[in-house]
């Protein structure tokens, strides 16, 4: 059975994906008026100058901090904790579980032989946790739980450094950065461009740290050494060879962002997207915000539970045959639900014209 949703109440870009994500379209077209530069060396003026303006629109975007620096490498946020456990943690960790990404970067401590087993809080997926403050030197959580769509405050928690997972935040989010020492997330959420980057703010408290570490004679690989990173980043540089096309997206979208407003204005048109679902789904007798404390619900990410009447993978299914694609629940979480990224790039007109077409959808199944 095949539901044709009428063309007039289909949003005009069907991308939700929680990450990759949408890609703006005049983002791409920058990318082809700026040809020029791709294949062209990494280690010249031109490539150097897009990092430059990189680094100086992401210090602008959220005003970091005196002595605070602006770090990048390849391999996305998953790399930079193993970046992390090699470099920035001295002997123990402590960490904030709530879900899939959280667990991820704990497990990555824990089976590191060089340091203690960490200190770890959990909560239920739906829920947050934030690490208690005891016996650690890194304390660690998401500002936002991409796989469960809940939120976290971001303060300081104990005497160690604080490293705050960014990446479906960033961009879409406020933070204080002073609250953190490192603050990392990639381009490939909020920032409308492609995946394989990490990026940081990192405090002169973080550096040193790092700093210590491989000074005090511990083995770490050159690829996981972030005094390494910081190095190659003064110099508007990468370690090795960086996707172009990648910083290129993240240039654009980063103009635009600030055109915009900055980010005051960039979270307040994520939480415009965001709240139109939760209203959504708490108007309608079959559907539910899966976090259940209002203040814990993502403004980036929304998750909806359907009744289990209502067969999610069926409807998921029936949008993407109409062209609304990726809103699949995160799969470890096995739930009859919706996850929704609506990351800046997501205009909150197509988020309206969604909860329309899911209506259409729903009453049809
Ligand atoms: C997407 C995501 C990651 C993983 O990012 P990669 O760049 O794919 O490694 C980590 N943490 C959070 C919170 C995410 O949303």
Not at 31 to 58: C, F, K, Y
Not at 60 to 79: A, F, K, M
Not at 136 to 163: C, F, K, M
Not at 193 to 199: P, T
Request: proline share 5%; glycine share 6%; hydrophobic share 45%.
């Amino acid at each position: 059975m095949q539901i044709q949703i009428p063309e007039e109440i289909l949003p005009a870009d069907g991308r939700f994906g929680s990450g990759p994500a949408k890609v703006r379209p005049e983002a791409l077209d920058y990318l082809a008026m700026r040809s020029d530069i791709m294949g062209t060396s990494h280690r010249q003026a031109p490539v150097r100058d897009l990092v430059r303006v990189v680094q100086e629109s992401l210090n602008e975007l959220y005003r970091i901090p005196d002595g605070y620096e602006v770090v990048l490498g390849n391999g996305g946020s998953t790399l930079f904790w193993d970046l992390a456990v090699s470099s920035l943690i001295e002997r123990r960790s402590a960490h904030g579980v709530f879900g899939e990404f959280s667990r991820k970067f704990a497990k990555a401590a824990e089976r590191a032989p060089h340091l203690e087993a960490p200190l770890v809080s959990e909560a239920a997926p739906g829920s947050v946790a934030l690490p208690v403050a005891g016996d650690a030197d890194a304390y660690a959580w998401a500002q936002n739980e991409t796989s469960t769509g809940a939120a976290a405050p971001v303060s300081r928690i104990g005497e160690g450094l604080v490293l705050i997972d960014a990446t479906s935040a960033a961009g879409g989010m406020d933070a204080p950065i002073s609250e953190t020492d490192v603050y990392y997330f990639a381009p490939q959420k909020n920032f409308s461009s492609d995946g394989g980057l990490w990026l940081a703010f990192a405090s002169p408290a973080a550096i040193e740290r790092a700093e210590r570490i491989k000074a005090s004679g511990r083995w770490i690989p050159e690829s996981l050494d972030f005094t390494v990173a910081v190095k190659n980043s003064r110099q508007h540089q990468t370690l090795n060879t960086p996707a172009l096309a990648t910083l290129l997206l993240l240039e654009d979208q980063l103009g635009w962002m600030l055109e915009l407003g900055g980010i005051d204005a960039v979270a307040e048109r994520c939480r415009r997207s965001t709240s139109t679902l939760y209203r959504w789904a708490q108007e309608r007798d079959f559907a539910s915000p899966f976090v259940a404390k209002a203040t814990d619900r993502s403004p980036v990410v929304a998750t909806i539970d359907l009744d289990e009447a209502i067969d999610a993978k069926q409807v998921i299914a029936a949008l993407r045959a109409n062209g609304i694609v990726d809103i699949d629940p995160y799969r470890a979480l096995q739930r009859n639900q919706l996850r929704v990224g609506c990351y800046a790039a997501v205009d909150p007109v197509d988020v309206e014209a969604l909860t329309q077409c899911l209506d259409y959808v729903i009453e049809r199944l």
